[in-house]
């Protein structure tokens, strides 16, 4: 297909198509159909290459949007593939699971739907799997400095494919029993199936990352011996602790974090042997506590369990239909987001605020007690007399996390933190010698994109120390 | 004896501050008498006194109306008058020819007097003189004014014997001597006498008479011109027009041989040029003593045209006749003219080893006091006009008519044409016609031998097999990065290049940081800014005027200049600079006996240490050196052996240093540069090369990457590698010759070493060594810089772990990229301008402002670097209200046509409401919009521009403005013209534009009426005349000498100057000119202030500035540095929803904004309400800077530079290494001198004749009633009908009077501008003859002109009108009985015309309107032209040959076309009772079979299409 700068005036936004609802809950497989490739190419060519492209902007990453839309367009894909991997270590991620910043900042957004950059994106990686372009490229030369890379989640697996890539040798240290993180046990299947993230971990292998699972540093492995014997260490732990919700009631039993279950869920499909109290939704009324993308993952694995009902709840108010006015383009719409979840069965309530948790004799959860609130600005007041009771037998918080977990491998090194529990650091390093930081543990809970961009960022400066050191 | 650099000492003052005074400009008006039949007379010189002050609306005068720019006479020496004068002092001079007599400017203090007249009196003892006699000139110095007084010398004759007898040519060349020798030595002696001791002739034949005079004042100040006895048979007169009014008596002209009217643009090159041949130079006719005590020849202490008459008198005097020097300096256009005879083309074929074009436009009298003549430059810029009378007297001027003549006494009245000479010999008594003159300068040596013998060509030189290396991709990208390719110029610059054939296209204004202020390594290409013809000189249409220009290039020695021999045809001819591999292998190995060549390695230590590049540089000029000493004739620069140790030394640096360096050591001239290298890819790269004195570029990585691009089937895939790179270079030829052309200059060769660029941001040391005499004002990098930069590449080149393809660096030049080079207007600041000015939310403003304002990190313009030193503050209620401020708002200048009417007719509205001005552009404007609308909104532009192609430009136009700005240049891409494509010329557009919708609009690259400095003097009267209302604002683009030709122009009376940034927006132009042409405006607007207040003129004009201004600190500073008022376009494009797609010129954009695609238009959703408060927020936040200053008004603040500094914290290195100082320079100035408009400009239009007109039209005015009447004319009668014209508009509209209400007769000779913009209603029989740009933007008044009623000569064989008539004219009719000069309805839109005869590029760029040509046609018709119909008699069957076939075709003419030649036949009988048409008329069935139609291809497509459409209506 030859660039058509007109394309835009002549052709409508296309996403593909997702399977049938009532279908896809019954697997935890992917849930978009292909699209065909000159369908991709066209919706590619509607992409206006903007002389200030805000896209680019946008995204965390700095993708170079207009240059892989061009390449697509014009069906040269390996060079498409070769732009995006420029900023993206991942692509095969980011084109599933992200929010699509850059969407929204799309200058075609401004009065027109913007291009499909993210499905583009999510082409362009499966095409250059599909076809080998993918392959393994260790370093011609390796440097001799070993770093070591704590926390296997995207911000620690982007930090790790950089360094690799500089020629340093790297390590990847794991508590759990596999590699990934969130990205691993975080995010259900049908939103990431897991394949696609052993593909990837294959070729960093190869590439000659080594992995270590299990292994717990600071608690199950000294962690001033291994920077000891490191040149540098990135601390990429994530933002673990969750959000607590500590009202009457609270110790029901039926009350669960949202990752605890979601974990569980994901090792089992996994074919983890699952020793710990089973959870499931099956058969059960499910009460959501969070409007977020978390929640939203709980409704869809609750129905895939086979909940009876499955109830999400948000205090905030429930967002226009399009874009607010209070975030003109290209800022970060406040907008009402509907789900693959959502469509698969949800009732989704706002502006509730949970009061008490009911339990049934045996302790178990039996309802949950709610009133509305009317919000004045930042601030929000219950109104009298909207009480409701909402009967459930498994409630999941999805109300977010507060900050990495402290004890461990950030106290045994004496890492500092700030007043909100995050890691302090001054160019993504701490103020330990040698350690650096990054993702969610820095930044505190956050996009995927964004621990890819902070974990290449800790890795450039990372770069930067060693050359200094090297100067001396 | 040891030469010293003639650079003028007397900088004084000037050091610090931006003004250098080596770029004033001078431009004229010049003419000459000669009685051919050698009849010397007293008339004769008082008729040449005559006729120059008949010229002196051609000169000017500075900020005193008694202190002129310049005038002067040469005449033969009044031999019986000397001899009276000297008999008083009881002295017998010799016979005529016995004596020589030196006219001397001897400095005033009579010590300095006496001293250098001691040393003088030794020279001509030392010469072989003897001393006869001093002679006190008599003068009268009452009406001089106090500068000219100030600056006035003491003025002697001498008058010197020779010892013994001699020879008279020995004698000439003897006095010659003498003078050169006694000027130097006084000069070295006493440096203060620089500007004082000077010689303006000394010769046994001529003198001259000359000062820094008005022409009134020339005669009345030497009372021996009035003298009855003065008596010469030859004058020669010449009037000045001068940038400068720092007073200089020896600049005025004539000179010794020549009086010049136009400008050397090359002038820098030649000097250098010149230099390295002078240590080559042996004579047979001057001893080896007497040459060194030539020496030098010229310098940088005179003007353009001194140093051309110094290099022509020395080339006569050592051996070659005028005729033939002249030749050789001013070729006519030869390369590609077919009709050119062979022995022509040899002799300019030979003779362009020996000696470069002085290119620029020349209108030049010369005289040796036997021969007389006069010449015109390849592209006949300047006015020429001749006539002979039955007493055998030639009279020659700029214009006709400057001399009344006796109509009945005339027998031929000509003019000279473009590269022609007339010449006459007082000898033979006679006229020598061009042709016979110049057969004999060529077939006096047999040329074409001697080039078949010596000359070679590359096809002629044995190829190699090993030519051509394939780079695989590795190594190729390592390469690119070492060199700094960055991803963007594969895609945006070399890919585009190969698939469009030429320099890629691009829009909006750079806002991105001057190579000097960018964090990212730059090419050192980026520090130097191209300049532009502007004013004093005119760009060309390298394009439609392919024909003058050439890329020929040469290889080898040059040789002695002085000998005529064979050797001078020894060289290689290369059609174009650049090399392919195999070429530039066939002369790597070239085994010649002829040609050798050398390699010089251009490489340097890459290990970070201080001093390695020069070291380096160092080297490279003494290897080239030794090479050149030991006969090496082609010295290839190679950067290939750069690698992983050793970096390259950029290109142009060594090239530059190696060129100087041979220049310094007189080995110049012996040799020719090629370059090989890696780090050029860019049109500019090559230029900058060329500039600096490269011969031939072979630019390997380019190629290299092209085999890949094409590999990767970037291009067609029926291209071949080798298609792609020849195609590559011809882009590259192409994008070559725009940049010449942008400069007025026609050929590479003069191009080549013309230094013809500023540069930006790097110190003196370097400019020294190996830029010298480069202007470049704020210092900035030195070696150590531009290593570091070069070793910064280098390093991330041979880094370790590169991964193909995927490692370029992203550029983001074009595209905003997050890792990319830094833009102002970024998502950030886009954002938050929008929200403030949609939401009126004064918090997104401060904001913004912020981001913008703060670049003490990344600095992005020079204003970023600056700040406020502390006043005196007061409280803000004490300011002026906004409302003051929001008056001196301008938008700039965008079309109707380049942006969308929601989009110009908003911006019109809000700048109505808040009482500034927006602006028409060049499209002309509906008249709808003249009417404000019921709820008293006005989309009226309040400024109406006038550009090249006057689209729409009426007098009704005119009449509906508060202002008519002329653009000079623009920012985006001055020296240019622009293209509207036929497929956006919709029927609004070509309505409003007054062209034929679906046909395409060209706008030329100069105004047609403007090449030189008198000329706009003349259009800026024009358009006073057009509209005695609106003010006169001349627009022109920044760069070094901006405030030169600011001062030129505030003397040519314009009331306001802009001067423009480089950065100013655009619709669509070459990216090469967005990025690399002029200069910001913080440096064109404080030298503009400054040269304004030194000439005290500053308070006669407003000066505005615009280029990417911002926020309220921007205001606040450019007022600081002089502007009282402010232009701000792009920022309010943003404001209107733009959103920088820089995508203008594809009709895409997604607000609305730059497109008319009616679906586009919809989403256009800005209000006037947004840019009211925009301005607002602006007009505020400078309130709070004044405040802060302590001004009350923006008045006071004007040029208050003292209140700026430079920022504390700088942090980065380049930063440091800047001096901006000379921005922050005060010209001292006492407090009579205003520092802001304040006086009115005289425009000299109170007593014009169209009062006149008026006054006798005040019945048909008001009721509408026929009138006729007789009116006397004269040529100092000019645009005349204009003014009545305008009468007619503001009663009438654009409907004008009904044809024939007023009809008036004139007789005489009309000067410039007969029927400007003559509006319906207005018949106008013109008895006698016009000059330049008669019915100039006619707008539908009808001109009837025929030769004087006693004129016995031919009429159709005869010149009866000037240059350039009826540009851009839009309707009306005209009817000229006889011939008319070049360029003859240029631009037309709508005017039907019939003529008998026109010069070169007749119908240029014509869109409308119909032409009739009974006669001749000169070279170049019909380029560009688009549009319209010229039917053409061609009897001899050769009309083609002069047709310029690019847009036209050439047919019969049908049986309609016949009856509409007809008709127009009989008017032109009935109008002018013509002859010609008469026999036509009388044989009409054979004669009209002799006629051509001429008829834009486009245009007849569109026709038959129309046809086509009417046929399927009325059948449907």
């Known amino acids: 297909?030859?660039?058509?700068?007109?394309?835009?005036?002549?052709?409508?936004?296309?996403?593909?198509?997702?399977?049938?609802?009532?279908?896809?809950?019954?697997?935890?497989?992917?849930?978009?159909?292909?699209?065909?490739?000159?369908?991709?190419?066209?919706?590619?060519?509607?992409?206006?290459?903007?002389?200030?492209?805000?896209?680019?902007?946008?995204?965390?990453?700095?993708?170079?949007?207009?240059?892989?839309?061009?390449?697509?367009?014009?069906?040269?894909?390996?060079?498409?593939?070769?732009?995006?991997?420029?900023?993206?270590?991942?692509?095969?991620?980011?084109?599933?699971?992200?929010?699509?910043?850059?969407?929204?900042?799309?200058?075609?957004?401004?009065?027109?739907?913007?291009?499909?950059?993210?499905?583009?994106?999510?082409?362009?990686?499966?095409?250059?799997?599909?076809?080998?372009?993918?392959?393994p490229e260790p370093p011609t030369l390796r440097t001799g400095r070993k770093v070591a890379v704590v926390g296997s989640g995207p911000a620690g697996l982007a930090a790790a494919a950089q360094l690799n890539k500089a020629g340093h040798t790297v390590t990847v240290y794991e508590r759990n029993d596999r590699i990934g993180g969130l990205l691993r046990y975080g995010i259900p299947d049908f939103k990431l199936e897991k394949t696609v993230v052993d593909r990837r971990l294959n070729i960093m292998e190869a590439e000659g990352i080594k992995f270590k699972t299990g292994a717990n540093i600071g608690v199950n492995i000294d962690a001033k011996k291994l920077l000891q014997a490191s040149d540098a260490m990135v601390l990429c732990g994530g933002s673990t602790i969750p959000r607590d919700l500590p009202i009457k009631g609270r110790s029901a039993k039926g009350i669960h974090y949202a990752m605890d279950f979601l974990e569980q869920n994901n090792k089992r499909i996994a074919g983890n042997e699952i020793t710990d109290e089973p959870l499931s939704a099956k058969g059960k009324k499910v009460v959501v506590i969070g409007g977020g993308d978390t929640g939203a993952d709980c409704v869809g694995t609750s129905n895939r369990h086979g909940a009876t009902s499955v109830t999400q709840i948000e205090l905030l108010i429930q967002p226009p239909a399009t874009r607010d006015e209070s975030t003109p383009w290209p800022l970060w719409p406040m907008q009402l987001r509907t789900s693959s979840s959502h469509e698969e069965g949800c009732d989704r309530q706002w502006t509730i605020l949970t009061k008490e948790f009911l339990k049934n004799p045996d302790g178990s959860i039996k309802a949950i007690k709610t009133v509305k609130v009317d919000w004045k600005g930042q601030k929000f007041t219950e109104i009298p007399g909207t009480e409701v009771i909402i009967e459930c037998d498994l409630v999941l918080l999805a109300i977010g996390f507060?900050?990495?977990?402290?004890?461990?491998?950030?106290?045994?090194?004496?890492?500092?933190?700030?007043?909100?529990?995050?890691?302090?650091?001054?160019?993504?390093?701490?103020?330990?010698?040698?350690?650096?930081?990054?993702?969610?543990?820095?930044?505190?809970?956050?996009?995927?994109?964004?621990?890819?961009?902070?974990?290449?960022?800790?890795?450039?400066?990372?770069?930067?120390?060693?050359?200094?050191?090297?100067?001396? | 004896m040891e030469k010293t650099n003639p650079i003028p000492q007397t900088k004084d003052s000037t050091e610090k501050s931006l003004y250098v005074p080596e770029l004033e400009k001078d431009s004229c008006g010049t003419g000459l008498i000669a009685n051919l039949n050698g009849n010397?007379?007293?008339?004769?010189?008082?008729?040449?006194?005559?006729?120059?002050?008949?010229?002196?609306?051609?000169?000017?005068?500075?900020?005193?109306?008694?202190?002129?720019?310049?005038?002067?006479?040469?005449?033969?020496?009044?031999?019986?008058?000397?001899?009276?004068?000297?008999?008083?002092?009881?002295?017998?001079?010799?016979?005529?020819?016995?004596?020589?007599?030196?006219?001397?400017?001897?400095?005033?203090?009579?010590?300095?007097?006496?001293?250098?007249?001691?040393?003088?009196?030794?020279?001509?003892?030392?010469?072989?003189?003897?001393?006869?006699?001093?002679?006190?000139?008599?003068?009268?110095?009452?009406?001089?004014?106090?500068?000219?007084?100030?600056?006035?010398?003491?003025?002697?004759?001498?008058?010197?014997?020779?010892?013994?007898?001699?020879?008279?040519?020995?004698?000439?060349r003897r006095l010659f001597v003498l003078r050169k020798y006694a000027?130097?030595?006084?000069?070295?002696?006493?440096?203060?006498?620089?500007?004082?001791?000077?010689?303006?002739?000394?010769?046994?034949?001529?003198?001259?008479?000359?000062?820094?005079?008005?022409?009134?004042?020339?005669?009345?100040?030497?009372?021996?011109?009035?003298?009855?006895?003065?008596?010469?048979?030859?004058?020669?007169?010449?009037?000045?027009?001068?940038?400068?009014?720092?007073?200089?008596?020896?600049?005025?002209?004539?000179?010794?041989?020549?009086?010049?009217?136009?400008?050397?643009?090359?002038?820098?090159?030649?000097?250098?040029?010149?230099?390295?041949?002078?240590?080559?130079?042996?004579?047979?006719?001057?001893?080896?003593?007497?040459?060194?005590?030539?020496?030098?020849?010229?310098?940088?202490?005179?003007?353009?045209?001194?140093?051309?008459?110094?290099?022509?008198?020395?080339?006569?005097?050592?051996?070659?006749?005028?005729?033939?020097?002249?030749?050789?300096?001013?070729?006519?256009?030869?390369?590609?003219?077919?009709?050119?005879?062979?022995?022509?083309?040899?002799?300019?074929?030979?003779?362009?080893?020996?000696?470069?074009?002085?290119?620029?436009?020349?209108?030049?009298?010369?005289?040796?006091?036997?021969?007389?003549?006069?010449?015109?430059?390849?592209?006949g810029l300047r006015p020429s006009r001749y006539c002979l009378t039955d007493q055998n007297t030639l009279i020659v001027a700029s214009e006709a008519g400057a001399l009344p003549v006796d109509q009945g006494s005339i027998i031929l009245k000509g003019r000279l044409q473009p590269g022609k000479m007339l010449i006459a010999d007082m000898d033979e008594k006679r006229i020598i016609g061009d042709e016979e003159v110049k057969r004999i300068v060529c077939q006096r040596l047999p040329y074409k031998d001697w080039l078949k013998e010596h000359r070679t060509t590359m096809e002629e030189l044995p190829g190699r097999p090993d030519s051509g290396m394939v780079m695989d991709i590795r190594s190729l990208v390592n390469r690119q990065q070492l060199f700094g390719y960055s991803r963007e110029d594969l895609k945006m610059i070399i890919s585009p290049m190969i698939q469009n054939g030429k320099d890629p296209i691009g829009s909006m204004g750079t806002d991105t940081p001057l190579a000097v202020l960018s964090h990212h390594a730059q090419h050192l290409a980026n520090y130097f800014k191209q300049l532009f013809a502007q004013v004093t000189n005119p760009p060309i249409d390298p394009i439609r005027e392919r024909a003058v220009m050439s890329l020929f290039s040469t290889l080898g020695d040059k040789g002695n200049l002085l000998s005529d021999d064979p050797v001078h045809a020894q060289y290689i001819h290369l059609d174009q600079p650049?090399?392919?591999?195999?070429?530039?292998?066939?002369?790597?190995?070239?085994?010649?006996?002829?040609?050798?060549?050398?390699?010089?390695?251009?490489?340097?230590?890459?290990?970070?240490q201080k001093g390695r590049l020069k070291a380096a540089l160092d080297h490279i000029c003494a290897t080239a050196e030794d090479l050149a000493r030991n006969n090496t004739n082609i010295i290839i620069l190679s950067d290939r052996n750069a690698g992983p140790n050793v970096a390259p030394v950029p290109s142009l640096l060594a090239a530059g240093a190696v060129h100087h360096h041979l220049i310094k050591r007189g080995l110049r001239n012996a040799t020719s540069l090629l370059v090989e290298a890696g780090d050029i890819w860019e049109t500019h790269h090559f230029a900058t090369l060329i500039g600096y004195g490269v011969n031939a570029i072979h630019p390997y990585l380019v190629f290299n990457t092209i085999?890949?691009?094409?590999?990767?089937?970037?291009?067609?895939?029926?291209?071949?590698?080798?298609?792609?790179?020849?195609?590559?270079?011809?882009?590259?030829?192409?994008?070559?010759?725009?940049?010449?052309?942008?400069?007025?200059?026609?050929?590479?060769?003069?191009?080549?070493?013309?230094?013809?660029?500023?540069?930006?941001?790097?110190?003196?040391?370097v400019v020294d060594f190996c830029f010298k005499g480069t202007v470049s004002r704020i210092e900035g990098i030195g070696f150590d810089g531009i290593a570091r930069e070069v070793v910064s590449r280098h390093r991330l080149a041979f880094a370790p772990n590169l991964k193909p393809d995927g490692n370029l660096v992203t550029g983001g030049l074009f595209q905003w990229k997050k890792d990319g080079e830094f833009h102002l207007f970024n998502p950030q600041t886009i954002h938050l301008l929008q929200q403030a000015a949609r939401k009126n939310d004064t918090k997104s403003y401060q904001a913004y402002a912020k981001l913008i304002n703060d670049q003490l990190t990344q600095a992005c313009t020079l204003r970023g670097l600056l700040t406020f030193r502390r006043g005196t503050p007061i409280p803000v209620e004490e300011v002026e209200p906004v409302e003051n401020i929001l008056k001196r708002f301008a938008t700039g200048a965008m079309s109707f046509g380049s942006i969308s009417h929601e989009a110009h007719s908003t911006l019109a509205i809000a700048m109505n409401r808040i009482g500034g001005r927006s602006n028409s552009g060049e499209g002309g404007e509906d008249p709808i919009r003249y009417q404000p609308k019921p709820n008293g909104d006005w989309e009226r532009s309040a400024t109406k521009?006038?550009?090249?192609?006057?689209?729409?430009?009426?007098?009704?136009?005119?009449?509906?403005?508060?202002?008519?700005?002329?653009?000079?240049?623009?920012?985006?891409?001055?020296?240019?013209?622009?293209?509207?494509?036929?497929?956006?010329?919709?029927?609004?557009?070509?309505?409003?534009?007054?062209?034929?919708?679906?046909?395409?609009?060209?706008?030329?690259?100069?105004?047609?009426?403007?090449?030189?400095?008198?000329?706009?003097?003349?259009?800026?009267?024009?358009?006073?005349?057009?509209?005695?209302?609106?003010?006169?604002?001349?627009?022109?683009?920044?760069?070094?000498?901006?405030?030169?030709?600011?001062?030129?122009?505030?003397?040519?009376?314009?009331?306001?100057?802009?001067?423009?940034?480089?950065?100013?927006?655009?619709?669509?132009?070459?990216?090469?000119?967005?990025?690399?042409?002029?200069?910001?405006?913080?440096?064109?607007?404080?030298?503009?202030?400054?040269?304004?207040?030194?000439?005290?003129?500053?308070?006669?004009?407003?000066?505005?500035?615009?280029?990417?201004?911002?926020?309220?600190?921007?205001?606040?500073?450019a007022t600081l540095l002089g502007a009282e008022e402010w232009g701000v376009a792009t920022a309010a494009l943003v404001v209107e929803g733009c959103i920088m797609m820089r995508k203008c010129h594809m009709n895409t954009c997604p607000v609305g904004i730059a497109t008319q695609n009616p679906d586009l238009r919809k989403k256009f959703t800005a209000k006037p309400e947004h840019l009211i408060n925009f301005f607002t927020f602006l007009a505020e936040d400078l309130r709070g800077y004044m405040a802060q200053l302590g001004f009350r008004t923006v008045n006071e603040m004007v040029g208050k530079v003292e209140l700026l500094k430079l920022k504390k914290g700088i942090q980065h290195w380049k930063y440091k290494e800047l001096d901006l100082s000379p921005i922050l320079y005060k010209e001292p100035a006492d407090i009579t001198v205003g520092q802001y408009k304040k006086v009115e400009q005289d425009h000299g239009i109170k007593h014009v004749l169209d009062r006149r007109l008026i006054e006798y039209a005040?019945?048909?005015?008001?009721?509408?009633?026929?009138?006729?009447?007789?009116?006397?004319?004269?040529?100092?009668?000019?645009?005349?009908?204009?003014?009545?014209?305008?009468?007619?508009?503001?009663?009438?509209?654009?409907?004008?009077?009904?044809?024939?209400?007023?009809?008036?007769?004139?007789?005489?000779?009309?000067?410039?501008?007969?029927?400007?913009?003559?509006?319906?209603?207005l018949a106008f029989t013109l008895e006698g003859e016009a000059n330049d740009y008669f019915g100039k933007g006619l707008s539908g008044a009808k001109l009837s002109i025929i030769p004087d009623r006693k004129a016995k000569f031919e009429a159709s064989e005869n010149i009866i009108i000037g240059n350039v008539a009826f540009y851009g004219a839009t309707s009306g009719e005209a009817y000229i009985r006889g011939r008319a000069g070049e360029r003859f309805a240029v631009r037309n839109s709508g005017v039907k015309t019939v003529i008998e005869g026109i010069g070169d590029h007749g119908c240029e760029y014509m869109t409308g309107g119909k032409v009739v040509i009974l006669g001749p046609t000169g070279k170049n018709f019909a380029a560009g032209m688009s549009g319209g119909v010229a039917y053409v008699i061609d009897r001899e069957n050769n009309f083609h040959k002069n047709l310029n076939r690019e847009l036209v075709d050439l047919d019969p003419l049908n049986a309609a076309d016949k009856e509409d030649l007809r008709y127009l036949l009989r008017r032109h009988f009935l109008f002018t009772g013509s002859d010609v048409a008469l026999e036509i008329l009388n044989n009409w069935k054979e004669a009209s079979g002799n006629f051509k139609r001429v008829m834009g291809r486009e245009y007849k497509a569109l026709l038959a299409r129309k046809k086509k459409e009417l046929v399927k209506t009325t059948k449907g």
């Open chain 1, 1 to 135: 297909m030859i660039n058509d700068p007109k394309a835009f005036l002549k052709i409508a936004r296309e996403t593909p198509p997702r399977r049938a609802a009532e279908e896809r809950v019954k697997d935890y497989q992917e849930i978009y159909l292909p699209q065909p490739i000159d369908k991709i190419k066209e919706q590619a060519n509607r992409c206006m290459d903007c002389g200030v492209p805000f896209c680019h902007n946008g995204c965390p990453l700095g993708n170079l949007i207009p240059d892989f839309n061009e390449a697509v367009t014009e069906g040269k894909w390996e060079d498409a593939y070769l732009t995006l991997s420029k900023t993206n270590n991942f692509p095969e991620f980011t084109g599933r699971i992200c929010p699509a910043p850059c969407e929204s900042s799309c200058v075609l957004g401004i009065n027109e739907s913007p291009v499909t950059i993210e499905h583009i994106e999510k082409s362009i990686i499966e095409m250059a799997f599909e076809k080998g372009w993918v392959r």
């Open chain 1, 402 to 472: 507060t900050n990495p977990q402290l004890e461990g491998v950030l106290s045994s090194l004496g890492v500092a933190t700030n007043e909100r529990n995050l890691v302090e650091d001054n160019k993504y390093q701490t103020n330990v010698e040698k350690v650096f930081v990054a993702g969610d543990m820095r930044r505190g809970q956050s996009l995927v994109v964004w621990a890819l961009a902070e974990g290449r960022e800790a890795a450039e400066q990372v770069e930067t120390y060693f050359k200094k050191a090297w100067r001396g």
């Open chain 2, 40 to 172: 010397k007379t007293h008339q004769l010189v008082q008729d040449a006194i005559l006729m120059l002050t008949n010229m002196e609306h051609r000169g000017a005068c500075g900020c005193e109306p008694n202190t002129g720019d310049g005038a002067g006479i040469l005449t033969q020496i009044p031999h019986d008058f000397f001899v009276d004068q000297l008999s008083k002092q009881k002295i017998t001079l010799p016979d005529f020819g016995g004596y020589g007599v030196g006219m001397i400017f001897f400095p005033k203090n009579e010590r300095l007097q006496d001293q250098c007249r001691v040393l003088f009196n030794d020279y001509i003892d030392d010469l072989g003189f003897e001393l006869i006699a001093y002679r006190a000139v008599p003068t009268n110095n009452n009406s001089l004014g106090a500068s000219a007084v100030a600056s006035e010398p003491y003025i002697e004759q001498v008058f010197v014997r020779p010892k013994e007898p001699l020879d008279l040519l020995v004698l000439e």
């Open chain 2, 183 to 379: 000027i130097h030595n006084i000069h070295q002696v006493y440096p203060q006498t620089q500007d004082m001791f000077y010689i303006p002739s000394f010769s046994y034949k001529t003198i001259v008479y000359k000062g820094q005079l008005t022409t009134h004042q020339l005669g009345e100040y030497y009372p021996d011109l009035g003298e009855k006895n003065y008596t010469s048979a030859i004058a020669q007169i010449h009037s000045r027009f001068s940038t400068n009014t720092v007073p200089k008596w020896k600049l005025a002209q004539p000179f010794r041989y020549v009086a010049h009217n136009g400008e050397i643009n090359t002038i820098r090159g030649n000097l250098n040029w010149w230099k390295s041949k002078e240590d080559q130079l042996i004579s047979d006719l001057f001893s080896e003593e007497e040459m060194n005590r030539l020496k030098p020849i010229c310098g940088q202490g005179h003007s353009d045209s001194g140093n051309f008459d110094n290099v022509l008198e020395f080339l006569v005097l050592s051996g070659r006749s005028l005729p033939h020097a002249l030749m050789m300096m001013i070729p006519e256009a030869w390369q590609h003219d077919e009709l050119m005879p062979e022995y022509k083309k040899h002799f300019y074929q030979y003779h362009k080893n020996m000696m470069e074009p002085w290119d620029g436009p020349a209108s030049i009298c010369f005289t040796n006091g036997i021969l007389v003549g006069a010449t015109l430059d390849r592209n």
């Open chain 2, 578 to 608: 650049v090399l392919n591999a195999e070429d530039f292998t066939k002369i790597k190995y070239i085994h010649h006996a002829k040609y050798k060549s050398g390699k010089v390695d251009l490489i340097f230590v890459a290990d970070e």
């Open chain 2, 707 to 765: 085999d890949h691009l094409q590999a990767k089937h970037v291009f067609s895939s029926e291209m071949s590698s080798k298609e792609a790179k020849e195609i590559y270079i011809k882009a590259i030829g192409k994008g070559l010759l725009k940049i010449f052309s942008k400069n007025g200059i026609s050929t590479l060769q003069s191009y080549q070493g013309a230094q013809i660029f500023e540069a930006l941001g790097v110190n003196r040391e």
């Open chain 2, 945 to 1117: 521009q006038v550009a090249s192609g006057r689209f729409g430009v009426t007098s009704y136009y005119l009449a509906n403005a508060d202002e008519i700005q002329i653009k000079m240049a623009q920012g985006a891409k001055p020296g240019e013209g622009g293209q509207l494509p036929g497929t956006k010329v919709d029927e609004w557009i070509g309505r409003v534009r007054h062209s034929t919708p679906g046909v395409g609009l060209i706008s030329p690259p100069p105004h047609h009426d403007i090449y030189s400095i008198e000329d706009l003097a003349q259009l800026i009267f024009d358009l006073k005349n057009a509209n005695e209302r609106a003010r006169i604002n001349v627009k022109l683009v920044s760069k070094a000498g901006v405030g030169i030709i600011a001062s030129g122009v505030a003397k040519a009376h314009a009331d306001a100057i802009l001067i423009s940034g480089h950065d100013g927006g655009t619709g669509a132009s070459p990216i090469t000119s967005i990025r690399h042409a002029g200069l910001p405006w913080e440096l064109g607007l404080a030298e503009s202030h400054q040269t304004l207040v030194k000439n005290k003129l500053r308070d006669r004009v407003t000066l505005q500035t615009d280029g990417q201004i911002r926020t309220g600190r921007d205001l606040a500073i």
């Open chain 2, 1258 to 1321: 005040q019945a048909s005015l008001e009721d509408k009633q026929e009138v006729n009447a007789v009116f006397p004319i004269k040529n100092t009668d000019r645009a005349v009908g204009t003014m009545l014209s305008h009468q007619i508009s503001l009663l009438h509209g654009s409907e004008g009077l009904p044809e024939d209400t007023i009809k008036y007769h004139f007789r005489g000779s009309a000067g410039q501008s007969f029927g400007a913009f003559g509006a319906p209603g």
